[in-house]
């Protein structure tokens, strides 16, 4: 089967950085997605990456191995509007997303 | 560019009646718009894929017949959920894909959402 897994909850202080973890077993892989979702509002665009190594776009960056299977997300300089869920998702052979079921992340003063 | 409009954003209807949401690419054209669900504290589940011209592909438990999907053209998908009931009270949100994009490939873009409260 598909499986992705992420933790399911993390906290942070604000002005810290935070990295949120990754792994997944799909049939193929044609990319990983991660998005942000705010409660109550959809999903928005963060970073996508094929291929092994770090993608850098201002305060996010995202790695990603392929041979292990593994993305993980950064977030630097932490703002409290950064309390968010974050979702990665695996593009799979058959072009399809599937979702990890989402890291709710908390920021604290 | 790349904005997906979603209407109604909320809507409360009596248990049995039937409602329809509408899912638009306003700046581009969508040969395929999908569908999920999520319910609270729960991530995306996705519901049926939809292409433009053709019938939809449902996911695995999903009643076709519950949740009717039409992509009539290049820029609009509607979801109808029928003979609602309670337990379809959840958020249901629609993403698009731009078929021309020379961006991310296969990047989906969402819609806002619509949530359904059914008494």
């Known amino acids: 089967g598909q499986n992705i897994d992420q933790p399911t909850e993390m906290t942070a202080t604000e002005g810290a950085i935070v990295q949120i973890n990754c792994t997944y077993q799909?049939?193929?892989?044609?990319?990983l997605f991660w998005y942000q979702q705010h409660a109550g509002e959809a999903p928005t665009f963060l970073s996508y990456?094929?291929l092994d190594g770090l993608e850098e776009k201002g305060r996010f960056s995202s790695f990603l191995s392929r041979s292990k299977g593994y993305s993980y997300l950064l977030l630097k300089e932490l703002q409290m509007k950064d309390s968010a869920s974050y979702l990665c998702?695996?593009?799979?052979?058959?072009?399809?997303?599937?979702w990890g079921a989402g890291t709710k992340l908390i920021i604290k003063p | 560019g790349a904005v997906v409009s979603q209407h109604p954003s909320w809507v409360i209807c009596k248990s049995g009646t039937s409602v329809k949401i509408e899912c638009r690419s306003l700046?581009?054209?969508?040969?395929?718009m999908f569908w999920y669900r999520q319910f609270p504290k729960q991530s995306l589940m996705l519901m049926a894929t939809?292409?433009?011209?053709?019938?939809?592909?449902?996911e695995q438990g999903v009643e076709k017949d519950k949740f009717l999907i039409n992509h009539a053209s290049l820029t609009l998908s509607t979801l109808t959920v029928t003979s609602a009931h309670p337990e379809d009270s959840s958020f249901y949100i629609c993403?698009?894909?731009?078929?021309?994009?020379?961006?991310?490939?296969?990047?989906?873009?969402f819609g806002p959402g619509t949530r359904l409260t059914v008494t």
């Open positions: 990456n094929v």
């Open positions: 993403s698009a894909r731009d078929q021309m994009t020379s961006g991310t490939p296969y990047e989906q873009y």
């Open positions: 939809s292409n433009e011209g053709s019938k939809a592909t449902y």
């Open positions: 700046d581009f054209q969508a040969t395929t």
């Open positions: 998702a695996v593009l799979d052979s058959n072009y399809q997303l599937i």
């Open positions: 799909t049939s193929g892989f044609n990319g």
